[in-house]
């Protein structure tokens, strides 16, 4: 496993962005798959996007495509999420997961992942 903390979330205004960044920890941050998913109150966690260990393949939900981009440093052990456009049906806290050589896909499909951050609390007003 590796441990994961987030950062950058925060109020924004609709149609304003955000970036989000997740540090992970350890040595094998290449070999991992990073994603983020959400949860609004009252609402169960979805899945918002991956992006593979391997390739740098990426997965998007419908609902953030062409808006939202998840990239990644491995020399940093950092993927981000950049959201642009951002909707108050955006707002949800984030968390970022890993899981070691799993496709981007599976992870869409409610694969199990190894590891969660505590999640950061992204809040766009109307």
């Known amino acids: 496993q590796v441990q994961l903390v987030e950062s950058g979330g925060g109020l924004v205004q609709a149609g304003g962005s955000l970036r989000l960044s997740c540090a992970a920890s350890g040595r094998t941050f290449s070999s991992y798959t990073m994603g983020w998913f959400r949860q609004a109150p009252g609402k169960e966690r979805e899945f918002v996007v991956a992006i593979a260990w391997s390739d740098g393949y990426t997965y998007y939900a419908d609902s953030v495509k062409g808006r939202f981009t998840i990239s990644r440093d491995n020399a940093k052990n950092t993927v981000y999420l950049q959201m642009n456009s951002l909707k108050p049906e955006d707002t949800a806290v984030y968390y970022c997961?890993?899981?070691?050589?799993?496709?981007?896909?599976?992870?869409?499909?409610?694969?199990?992942?190894?590891?969660w951050g505590q999640g950061t609390q992204v809040t766009v007003s109307s």
């Open positions: 997961c890993a899981d070691r050589w799993r496709d981007p896909i599976a992870i869409a499909k409610g694969a199990g992942v190894d590891s």
